[in-house]
């Protein structure tokens, strides 16, 4: 039995974690479910979008299951996501994007690893006013944190049994921050013979993953840079429906989807349950639980490839639920295979 932290969020967030835990379930796994809840709609009764008992259930438990929570645009309220991994020290953020046959997309096979730090950069939140027409951000980049998340880029390789992974940066203009991301991933790198190692500028990666996406393996990125090239790697597999995501620490991982909450569809049953059912798969690989990992995966993509469920995001006319449920029978299935 595993006692992980589950945070419904806001938006859409509690439908599709209901449909998360209902494909979960079926796989067999044990999990005993603490609800811990975190959200703009929690404000009123507890005064903040991330209560203390939230942290504190994910310190006890050290995984989390997490559906989206709004963030405002521009005031308001810092977004819940980063306070969460400055709390945590989520240093990891995993951001993998592999195509789903039955997904329309304009590339096949797409099989990408985005590893973003996930603690400093621009994401820090070190700014100022210095004039009613003037403001000012602070770009922090250490070594430390560059050469942990370059190592765990290179591990994951390692583990994965990928081949090369691509440090991405913008060090001929930041030549002091990237420049320091870059000479560190340079330093990690030399203990990793066995995978090939390359450096590119973060313009002519959007322009390479555009144009010839089948070149590259895993990528790590600096903070800001990593936000943007995972947003971009979910849209060559169909957008951010399909995305998954885990924040990984040294005591505790998060994982979520990476959409946002979607507040005009809250309460529809619509919305698109595969993103943090995937980010589900990389929790339970997390957990050691990797034939049931490899199950849930395949059942979702045998789902989505068969057309037995989709969302209207997919195309389809299928409801929340429908979808979850539909994985869920299709794991009945898979089971005689998987755990024969």
Request: proline share 4%; charged share 25%.
């Amino acid at each position: 039995m595993y006692n992980i932290t589950l945070i419904p969020g806001d938006g859409i967030g509690p439908e599709i974690c209901e449909a998360a835990c209902v494909a979960i379930e079926a796989t067999g796994v044990k999990i005993n479910w603490e609800i811990a809840n975190a959200g703009a709609d929690f404000i009123e009764t507890d005064g903040t979008p991330l209560p203390q008992k939230v942290i504190n259930s994910i310190k006890k438990n050290k995984i989390a299951l997490k559906g989206p929570v709004t963030t405002p645009i521009g005031t308001g309220f810092r977004s819940v996501n980063v306070a969460l991994r400055k709390n945590l020290n989520l240093y990891a953020n995993l951001r993998p994007a592999k195509t789903i046959p039955g997904i329309k997309s304009r590339y096949d096979n797409i099989d990408l690893i985005i590893v973003r730090e996930n603690t400093e950069d621009l994401y820090a939140g070190i700014e100022r006013q210095i004039d009613e027409n003037t403001a000012e951000s602070i770009k922090i980049i250490t070594r430390e944190a560059s050469e942990r998340i370059v190592k765990y880029a290179f591990d994951y390789a390692v583990n994965e049994n990928r081949k090369k992974v691509t440090a991405v940066t913008k060090a001929n203009i930041c030549k002091l921050t990237d420049g320091l991301f870059l000479d560190a991933a340079k330093n990690i790198a030399k203990k990793y013979p066995q995978i090939e190692y390359e450096e590119i500028l973060i313009d002519n990666m959007c322009m390479q993953l555009v144009q010839q996406p089948e070149n590259y393996d895993v990528l790590v990125l600096p903070n800001l840079y990593g936000d943007i090239i995972s947003d971009l790697a979910a849209g060559l597999i169909g957008g951010l429906g399909v995305a998954p995501g885990a924040n990984i620490g040294e005591d505790a991982a998060i994982f979520e989807a990476v959409h946002g909450s979607s507040p005009t569809l809250k309460g529809l049953n619509k919305a698109n349950p595969t993103a943090l059912i995937l980010s589900a798969v990389l929790m339970l690989k997390h957990i050691g639980e990797n034939q049931t990992a490899q199950m849930l995966q395949q059942a979702v993509e045998n789902v989505i490839r068969e057309g037995k469920a989709k969302t209207f995001d997919l195309g389809g006319k299928s409801s929340t639920m429908e979808m979850a449920e539909a994985i869920a029978e299709e794991i009945k299935q898979l089971k005689t295979c998987f755990l024969s």
